[in-house]
Structure formats: structure tokens, C-alpha cells
């Protein structure tokens, strides 16, 4: 069986060994005009299944719906904190700092002034406080930047302007002068920004990479972005997820400028990640398949090693409303196991990979049931034992969600940096007294204007909905 996954977005040199670990960001290419792949639904192998322990809640006393999860250590106690993005009218979003009893502390609300869709964790101005790169929602037209300022706080916010609606931001050295610089995904116009850091967290916008392009009529459909170096020449790349039938590669020439883009077929794409999933060396593309009538599926693209992409890869999921994907190697066996949202169904979808020799196979999804749709997953070591556990942001029933890791570990933890503090502070306890609405669904319209109502508006339908 022949396939191949991909990985999500998040942190900065605090981790560059998670993100290798996650498939965060990696090396690949791509360059040239349309390219459609062709299709090889795949067939699936025998596995292990993966052993979580079941979800613990962190609601709040704010009104915060959360979209995203940002991570790192805030302070100096050494227990790992988080920063949750959200809907909100009151332009909060959360700082949830680690606490060896109770896992995180009551949540502190940190002001934005508008609602937020994803945050960025990273050393943006080179002191030793990490920072925030926030992307607001709903036709603002800026992304946000909080500095950093040490035992928790953060400073003043400054505002970039961008396209009319950012909803999704990657995090890389895009320009190679050695600090992390923002591409801007614009739902609303299929542009991606590019965001360029001077090295104190002051940022010039290079413009807008326009020819995304629309690729479909009205609707872009352009949700979710991932950074990774795709054709091995040390510059990092994009891959767009695009919900009108369309992944879409953009080639770094080396300076922060992008080659024209090549699209490849791939049905209603919402979720993006990049990694080496099948072991060879170059970075793959694995995207979340959205559909209305037909199961959903796990697509992966799988680098031909020049940075061109073969044929897509489907493996099927028992479910139609995929979101977000992300990669992790979740067994330490040195493979990245995709994982999945499904939206409605309220669950995850694992794949454990089964790769060798360069040749992708991944087993049968195994279902782990979590809390009303699962808007992101994310894949961080909370409890210190050397693998990683999961972080899913619920939006529609107000609350963070913890999965800890209990699968045995095909390799023993060789990091000196895990403390062994508090093991247990994430086991499962009463629910916080902060409410817990109850899941509801998006109205579905023709959001496009095409004359019909199909998978595109659905995924318009879930990117507005909270």
C-alpha cells in the first residue's frame, strides 16, 4: 500500500526538536504549472491500536469559543503553558499557565480586541520571552503581535495589516536572515502575506502572493497553510489547502519571492500538514478530506523527491466533516502517525504508520470520541515522560481537551530535559464549574452562488460557525 501523511504548525526554537518530532516544519519542492494527480484509494494494514487515557476538560469562565492552541513555557517554572485563540465578542483570547496540581490554572483573559482564529508561538525579537502572532477574524485585516515580557505577561499589542480575513498563519524563516517571519492564509481572497521580521519583531509585508488563485467560482476556500522546505534547497515553501478541489504548492525562490503556483487535485481539502511520512526523506503533504455524502478521507501527496507530487493517496475515514489534521509520532518509532478532526462525529481519527522502505502504509484509523468539534489538534509532551500527548481545542462546547499518552514507546526517552514533575496533575477529575453549551450545527447556505449547496459551503460553513 502506497501513501503518505503530513504535519501542523506551532512553536520555535524552544522546539525544533518537537516540530521534527511533529513534522512541523521540513524539506521538500515544487515548481511548474497545474498538475493533476491521479487517485489510489488505499488499502489498509493491521496495527496496534494507541492507548490515551481519556480527555480532561479545561473549561472557562470566559466567553472564549477556542479555535486554536498555542504552547510554550511563559515563564521560568518549567511546566509547559498554553495560549488559546477564540470567539469572542469581547476580544479575549486565554493564557492558561501550567500548574503541577491541577495540570493548567484557571484561565487569564488577554485582550486582542477582536475575535481570533490562530496564534503562532515563537521567538520573534530575540530575548528569551516568546512571543504571539495572532490572526483575527472577521474582516479586521491585521495580524496581531504580542512581545513577550517575561514571567507570563505580555506587552502592548501592534497590528500588521494583511488581506480582509486571516484565518490561518505559519511561522518560518522564509527570507533566511535567521528569525521567524508570518505567511498570512487570507480565506476571503486566496492570497497568502508574507510577513517579514527585521529581527525585533517589527514586520514589513513583502505583499500578498496573489496567484494562489481562486481555482473555483466565488468561494476561495482557502483555509489552512503549512510551511516546509519541499525541493531540500534550505528555503521554505507553502502548501495551501484549498476547500474548491485544490491543493496548492508554493516554491521559495530563495528570497521571500514565490514561483507560480502548481495545483493538484484533491478533493474538498480543509486541514494541511507537512512531514516525512513515508520514511524517505522528503517532505509529503497529507490534507483532510471534507464531503457531504461520501465518507471523508486522508489524502497524501508523496514527494517524488524534486518537490513534485505524485499520485494522491486516499485513506478512508467513517466520517464526512474532516477539519484540521496534524502529524506526530505518537508510538516513538521514528514514524509520523497522522491524526484527524471530524467535526460532527466529535472525534479524532489515528493513523498509525506502518511505513518502510519508503513505501507508505498506514493502518485503519483508530476513533478516539472528544467533545463537540474538534477545531485543532496539537501534539506536545504535557506530563514529562517522553511522548507526546494531545491538545484539542472544542469549539463548540467551550472547552481545551487533554489526551495523555499511555502507548509504550518503541524507543526509550533519551532527553535529559524531561523533569518527571507531577506526572499525574492531568488525571481525570469533577468538570470546572464554568458552562458547557451544547453542541450545536452551522446553517448550510450556497455561500458561492453556484446554484447548488455542496462540500465548499459546508467548509465556508464550519471556518464562520462557532
Avoid at 185 to 208: I, P, R
Avoid at 262 to 285: C, L, N
Wanted: charged share 20%; net charge negative.
Amino acid at each position: 500500500m502506497m501513501n503518505a501523511p503530513a504535519i501542523h504548525i506551532s512553536g520555535a526554537d524552544r522546539q525544533l526538536h518537537l516540530r521534527h518530532r511533529i513534522g512541523n516544519i521540513a524539506r521538500a519542492q515544487a515548481r511548474g504549472a497545474l498538475a493533476v494527480a491521479a487517485v489510489l484509494v488505499c488499502a489498509s494494514v493491521a496495527r496496534a491500536q494507541f492507548v490515551f487515557e481519556p480527555p480532561v476538560d479545561f473549561s472557562f469562565d470566559f466567553d472564549v469559543w477556542p479555535t486554536s492552541i498555542g504552547y510554550g513555557h511563559f515563564n521560568d517554572d518549567g511546566l509547559l503553558d498554553l495560549a488559546v485563540t477564540g470567539r469572542n465578542n469581547d476580544g479575549l483570547m486565554l493564557i492558561l499557565m501550567g500548574s503541577e496540581q491541577t495540570g493548567f490554572e484557571p484561565a487569564v483573559p488577554l485582550e486582542v480586541g477582536r475575535q481570533t482564529d490562530w496564534v503562532a508561538v515563537e521567538f520573534l525579537d530575540g530575548d528569551p520571552h516568546l512571543d504571539l502572532g495572532i490572526a483575527p477574524r472577521g474582516g479586521i485585516g491585521k495580524v496581531t503581535v504580542l512581545k513577550g515580557a517575561g514571567g507570563g505577561a505580555f506587552g502592548d499589542r501592534t497590528d500588521y495589516p494583511v488581506g480582509r480575513g486571516p484565518s490561518h498563519m505559519a511561522a518560518a524563516d522564509f527570507d533566511g536572515d535567521g528569525d521567524m517571519d508570518f505567511a498570512v492564509m487570507d480565506n476571503t481572497s486566496a492570497t497568502v502575506t508574507l510577513m517579514l521580521n527585521d529581527g525585533n519583531a517589527v514586520f514589513t509585508s513583502s505583499g500578498q502572493i496573489n496567484h494562489v488563485g481562486r481555482l473555483g467560482r466565488g468561494l476561495s476556500g482557502a483555509f489552512y497553510l503549512t510551511a516546509a522546505d519541499f525541493d531540500g534547497d534550505r528555503d521554505i515553501d507553502l502548501a495551501v489547502a484549498r476547500a474548491t478541489g485544490y491543493v496548492t504548492v508554493l516554491m521559495n525562490n530563495g528570497d521571500a519571492t514565490f514561483a507560480k503556483p502548481v495545483h493538484y487535485a484533491a478533493g474538498t481539502a480543509t486541514g494541511i500538514a507537512a512531514g516525512d511520512v513515508d520514511g524517505d526523506g522528503d517532505m509529503d503533504i497529507v490534507f483532510a478530506d471534507l464531503t457531504l455524502a461520501a465518507p471523508g478521507f486522508l489524502g497524501v501527496l508523496r514527494n517524488q523527491g524534486n518537490g513534485l507530487f505524485g499520485d494522491l493517496a486516499k485513506f478512508p475515514m467513517p466520517g464526512n466533516t474532516m477539519w484540521f489534521v496534524a502529524l506526530a509520532d505518537l508510538d516513538g518509532d521514528g514514524l509520523l502517525d497522522p491524526i484527524v478532526t471530524d467535526a460532527f462525529g466529535n472525534r479524532l481519527f489515528l493513523f498509525h504508520n506502518e511505513s518502510a522502505d519508503g513505501q507508505l502504509a498506514l493502518a485503519d484509523p483508530q476513533q478516539i470520541n472528544v467533545a463537540g468539534f474538534p477545531r485543532s489538534v496539537f501534539a506536545v509532551d504535557l506530563d514529562d515522560d517522553c511522548d507526546l500527548d494531545l491538545l484539542v481545542a472544542s469549539i463548540s462546547t467551550h472547552r481545551v481537551q487533554v489526551l495523555i499518552n499511555e502507548t509504550p514507546q518503541v524507543e526509550p526517552c533519551r532527553s535529559a530535559a524531561t523533569s518527571g514533575k507531577s506526572p499525574g496533575r492531568f488525571a481525570p477529575r469533577k468538570k470546572t464549574q464554568a458552562k458547557s453549551p451544547a453542541p450545536r450545527r452551522p446553517v448550510i447556505a450556497d455561500t458561492n452562488a453556484d446554484g447548488r449547496i455542496d462540500a465548499a459551503d459546508l467548509a465556508a460553513a464550519l471556518q464562520e460557525w462557532r
